[in-house]
């Protein structure tokens, strides 16, 4: 829902100048400094009129130890709703990104690589989630002969993420009955997800095991030994640029709440949950995201659901400090998701 804004136009200009100057720099600021940059020539006389109003208004901050003044939370969000519709992706950062996700063939590498760009884009910490659902079902399962009862299974998601490990079995099998057998579950179960292919396997154990003998048998030894175990709890989860946090945030406190949350998988799927609704296509942006995490007040999270189709395969986002580059993190989220969709329909 919009805000309010200043309510006349030189309060508003006023406001976006300070805002985007203090984003730039990083010191309050001072009516002199936008007298200097003023294009109708108003005096600081005046400009420190206009920011008694803002601030009186809850627009701006005055730190202790300055005569300038500071964006508050509130102008933040009045300045991201001006954003809203009119920010354009530079051709730079486009040509950038294009060029980051070419030859990017599941959601895995996508995602990965979406951690690493926004982080680099934006200044922040950038953040994906791959989200478990159809997409993870089973594509194919591969069985491979290491040694004797030691045996490398694969198993591959439609979504193109991939499980090894390394299965140490009660009794041996040739490369040919191993094969026999993910032969049979690729083509019984591509499609099924891992619950279900598992629920499906005990059933036909009971009742085809007197037909499949010798098949069945290697394939509940198999699944006993963990080759078809179940899916991680957790969330594929991508994090890249909290450096870029230790560089730009002062409050040390807050700070390292912070980067122990970002280390915790599950709470950063947590917050992207509570604040990125599979449901939206616009990008949604968060000033104070201290209702999800309490250390989190002076923070910014700026998210999209990622989609294929109708299908909602996962989330990403950016997250950093209030003083951000938010026109730049908004369109490059934005064209991230979308381009998100495009790339992998094409694939399908």
Same mark, same amino acid.
């Given at each position: 829902?919009?805000?309010? !804004? ?6 508003? @200009? ?44 809850? /627009? ?6 300055? =005569?300038?003044?500071?964006?508050? =939370? &509130? ?13 354009? %992706?530079?051709? =730079? ?5 294009? #060029? ?49 009862? #030691?045996?490398?299974? +694969? ?10 490990? +390394? ?16 032969? /049979? ?20 154990? &009971? ?9 069945? &048998? ?10 078809? !175990?179940? @899916? ?16 730009? @945030? ?12 970002? @280390? ?17 296509? =616009? ?30 395969? !996962? ?19 934005? /064209? ?6 495009? %790339?992998?329909?094409? #694939?399908?």
């Amino acid at each position: 829902m919009a805000q309010p !804004g200043p309510s006349g136009q030189r309060e508003r @200009e006023i406001l976006t100048a300070i805002v985007e100057t203090f984003i730039a720099t990083g010191e309050p600021v001072g009516s002199r400094t936008l007298s200097r940059a003023s294009k109708e020539g108003l005096s600081p006389a005046t400009i420190r009129n206009v920011m008694a109003d803002l601030a009186e208004a809850g /627009y701006l901050e005055q730190p202790h130890t300055s =005569a300038g003044r500071v964006p508050s =939370a &509130q102008a933040y969000r009045y300045y991201v709703e001006q954003l809203t519709g009119q920010a354009h %992706i530079s051709q =730079a950062d486009e040509g950038a990104i294009q #060029k980051y996700f070419h030859g990017v063939g599941d959601v895995q590498e996508f995602m990965e690589r979406t951690s690493h760009v926004l982080s680099l884009l934006s200044s922040g910490v950038g953040v994906a989630v791959a989200a478990t659902g159809p997409r993870n079902a089973l594509d194919h399962v591969y069985f491979s002969r290491l040694a004797a009862s #030691k045996i490398l299974a +694969v198993v591959v998601s439609r979504s193109g993420l991939v499980r090894d490990r +390394v299965l140490r079995t009660t009794c041996d099998f040739s490369q040919l009955e191993l094969e026999t057998a993910a032969r /049979y579950i690729n083509e019984n179960f591509r499609g099924w997800t891992i619950d279900a292919l598992r629920a499906e396997i005990d059933r036909r154990l &009971q009742s085809e095991r007197s037909e499949y003998d010798r098949l069945m &048998q290697s394939i509940e030894e198999l699944q006993r030994s963990g080759a078809l !175990g179940p @899916e991680p709890a957790a969330q594929t989860v991508f994090v890249e640029g909290v450096a870029n946090l230790v560089a730009s @945030e002062e409050d040390k406190e807050h700070l390292s709440q912070l980067l122990r949350m970002l @280390e915790e998988k599950e709470r950063v799927v947590e917050l992207l949950s509570a604040y990125v609704d599979a449901r939206q296509e =616009a990008v949604r942006v968060v000033i104070g995201l201290e209702e999800a995490e309490p250390q989190m007040r002076n923070f910014v999270l700026i998210g999209a659901p990622a989609h294929v189709g109708n299908e909602v395969v !996962g989330s990403l986002a950016v997250i950093g400090p209030t003083r951000m580059d938010y026109q730049h993190s908004i369109t490059a989220v934005s /064209y991230i998701a979308q381009l998100f969709d495009k %790339i992998l329909n094409e #694939k399908e």
